[in-house]
């Protein structure tokens, strides 16, 4: 059996073992969101040795040069040695500023990081409270927002969520690497219908890109969905519909899952421009991909990123 070793630590896996899998079940913490190779969480540096990867296109050829993996993508076929990110030596310090929660599931986690980071809405980061990391998607501005805010799901108990619900302002957390996912708004879309369809705190994601297709004055009609668990869970129906106040061509849908079934099927297209971004749990978004397909959405005009459920 081929052998796995990180540091001085050295196992023996199976031949074609998930990398990933291998790592955490040993005690390695490699954090990860999609398993599918979008979110970029699990990048791990593999020094000597390689794994089979079956997602090749998933990264640059400078950084599998470099030896740069998604461990949820690759296979141990031999002895390999891995660089696992270790958040107290290559992570980035950053300060909790605010703590708050906007409804009684979701807890907004707002950071400075003791250096700039450049970011563009709609990207992601692994955020580090001790050993414990979990991807998150940012949900604040760049160049607006002096800080970067997350929204949490805390319905189900996790462990970065319940390290999360004990922060207080002035604790340090750990930033890993900046990633990109399928969510961004491009100055191309201007005059393009946008919809941005959001299942629970997938709503933070979209609620960046909202916010920088309106600052670069988006002219095409702008449809925002957000489903949540009930009523309640409109965690930020107060902002959005103030901005929809202001910007005549601004909707907000505020959906429940009773009614999910109904509004889906009444959902129609204005136009085959429309440019859609999807974010949420999978089953979620599925169904929101399902009917805009069924609508006659062209696929390339879908962007989508999926929040698995991990605390």
Not at 41 to 60: E, F, M, W
Request: with cysteine; net charge neutral.
């Amino acid at each position: 059996m081929p052998e796995l070793r990180v540091g001085e630590r050295r196992w023996s896996v199976p031949v074609g073992s998930n990398l990933l899998d291998s790592l955490n079940q040993h005690g390695v913490s490699v954090p990860y969101s999609c398993r599918a190779g979008s979110c970029h969480a699990c990048l791990v540096q593999c020094t000597q040795g390689l794994p089979s990867d079956s997602r090749p296109d998933a990264l640059s050829a400078e950084q599998r040069q470099q030896g740069w993996r998604l461990a949820c993508q690759c296979q141990v076929i031999e002895n390999l040695q891995v660089h696992a990110f270790d958040p107290h030596q290559d992570g980035r310090p950053a300060e909790v500023v605010a703590v708050d929660w906007l409804s009684s599931h979701v807890l907004r986690l707002r950071l400075i990081p003791q250096r700039p980071l450049r970011y563009s809405a709609g990207q992601h980061l692994v955020l580090w409270a001790g050993n414990v990391a979990r991807p998150y998607s940012l949900a604040s501005l760049p160049g607006e927002d002096r800080f970067l805010e997350f929204h949490l799901d805390c319905r189900q108990p996790g462990a970065f969520s319940d390290a999360a619900r004990q922060l207080q302002i002035g604790d340090s957390l750990r930033l890993g690497e900046l990633r990109g996912g399928a969510l961004h708004y491009d100055a191309d879309w201007h005059t393009r219908p946008l919809w941005l369809l959001a299942a629970g705190t997938g709503l933070g994601p979209l609620f960046g890109v909202l916010r920088e297709a309106l600052r670069q004055d988006h002219q095409g009609a702008i449809r925002v969905i957000h489903l949540a668990h009930d009523a309640g869970e409109h965690y930020l129906a107060k902002p959005l519909q103030a901005m929809a106040a202001s910007r005549p061509n601004l909707s907000i849908e505020l959906w429940t899952p009773t009614e999910l079934p109904a509004v889906l099927a009444q959902l129609r297209l204005v136009s085959r421009q429309t440019q859609a971004l999807l974010c949420g749990s999978p089953d979620s978004v599925d169904a929101f991909a399902r009917r805009l397909y069924l609508a006659g959405l062209p696929r390339n005009q879908l962007l989508a990123d999926v929040f698995l459920s991990r605390g």
